[in-house]
């Protein structure tokens, strides 16, 4: 099952689950990978799905699995809190607006302004490494703070007003599921 650095939190602790390698890509890229039988299925999200156009998923199914908060999250320092004064952030780095036109219109809708990194920064570790060079903020989830190391050293700020993602699975288009993605189901709900 394949996912996106803001999902991949979601599928800690499905052992049962093949690795797969976390990146951001189009609605279209994702599906073409669940139609090929290259991933058994995806997770996406919705603000991706409103703000593609004319994505193709013939031949699959959505399910919609629900909602998650995204707030912004900045590298924590020592200290940075002392003053219990936020810290300024100057742009949320986001990934290429081809790959993610719907958080690019979110985030913008929401006044702030957004730094593109490009395809080669596309691991959690990466965007770390980012964050750690100043003033910068990601999107994410706050559970994913407890849920992924990675991100345990993150501190989460809310965005005002909220921003939700939707969040859809996409799945080859067959009578039934199969029993690795009923349990993986199960996990997420």
Do not use: Y
């Amino acid at each position: 099952m394949g996912s996106d650095p803001l999902h991949q939190h979601l599928l800690s602790g499905c052992d049962w689950l093949l690795p797969t390698p976390v990146r951001f890509r189009s609605v279209d890229a994702w599906a073409e990978l669940v139609r090929q039988g290259v991933l058994d299925a995806a997770l996406i999200s919705g603000l991706e799905l409103n703000g593609a156009r004319d994505a193709d998923t013939s031949g699959l199914r959505l399910l919609e699995l629900g909602s998650l908060p995204l707030e912004l999250a900045v590298a924590s320092r020592a200290g940075a809190d002392k003053n219990r004064q936020p810290p300024t952030i100057n742009a949320v780095l986001v990934p290429h607006r081809g790959l993610a036109p719907g958080l690019h219109h979110a985030l913008l809708s929401r006044g702030l302004r957004l730094r593109t990194i490009g395809n080669s920064c596309s691991t959690p570790e990466q965007w770390l490494e980012r964050l750690a060079d100043g003033d910068l903020a990601m999107p994410i989830d706050p559970a994913s703070c407890n849920a992924d190391q990675w991100a345990s050293g993150l501190l989460t700020l809310p965005m005002t007003p909220e921003l939700r993602s939707p969040l859809w699975l996409l799945l080859p288009r067959t009578e039934g599921l199969t029993g690795v993605l009923t349990w993986t189901l199960e996990h997420l709900s």
